[in-house]
């Protein structure tokens, strides 16, 4: 272990946090692809409450659910594979090393990338689980929904902003849990070399900040205000 580790560990730590809380401040102030999917959402809850029939409306909450479910299931695979990784660490080791490129690699060294590998995962586990129980309670207000008679009353608009607001809350908790799996990628380069470790955990950031507030995806959904 060196001291150059420790320092790319806590730069990834820091990358990670930093961009989490300034992505959660900007999405509060500026038209960033988190706050334009809300005026959709929005939109989209409103027009639930013209249609007699909501079947389509269920169908869409069910199948963001599949894909959440999907990859709460896929985080618990790559824990079963970092479990069975940590019991052959010696066999594992010593193919590792005779890798071109790869670093001197040290039993210390080995335990902390698993123990940071298993806590980014675990982290993705727990937000996936958590989207599906907020993406589940969606479906539940959905089915509570006002009928269209009562589309312009207060009770209906308060209807759209608890629901748009659980749907933002859940959509927040699957994001969180996909920079897992971007963070986790980054772990990789340390291989390496630390300092390689440290530039992908910055990578990562900047690639996160580009599809966040200047993505073509934001520039197309932020026209809704033309409409």
Do not use: C
Not at 19 to 29: C, G, I, K, L, P
Not at 109 to 121: D, G, N, P, S, Y
Not at 188 to 211: D, E, N
């Amino acid at each position: 272990m060196q001291t150059w580790d420790l320092l790319a560990v806590a730069w990834f730590a820091l990358n990670w946090l930093g961009y989490t809380v300034f992505a959660d401040w900007s999405s509060r102030r500026h038209r960033t692809l988190m706050a334009v999917t809300h005026d959709w959402r929005s939109r989209w809850l409103r027009k639930l409450l013209a249609r007699d029939m909501r079947m389509v409306d269920i169908q869409v909450v069910s199948a963001v659910i599949r894909s959440v479910v999907f990859f709460a299931s896929t985080s618990l695979l790559i824990l079963a594979g970092l479990a069975a990784v940590l019991g052959a660490t010696d066999s594992v080791i010593r193919i590792v090393t005779t890798l071109p490129y790869t670093r001197e690699i040290t039993q210390e060294w080995w335990e902390l990338v698993l123990l940071l590998l298993f806590a980014i995962f675990v982290y993705a586990f727990f937000k996936f689980t958590w989207a599906v129980r907020q993406f589940n309670h969606l479906a539940y207000l959905v089915g509570a929904a006002p009928e269209p008679a009562e589309a312009d009353t207060p009770q209906a608009q308060v209807f759209v902003e608890i629901a748009s607001a659980m749907a933002t809350m859940a959509t927040k908790q699957f994001n969180r849990g996909l920079r897992g799996y971007y963070f986790g990628l980054a772990v990789l380069p340390w291989f390496i070399h630390p300092l390689f470790f440290a530039v992908a955990a910055s990578g990562v950031v900047g690639v996160l900040y580009a599809r966040e507030f200047h993505s073509d995806a934001l520039k197309v959904l932020a026209r809704i205000e033309e409409l």
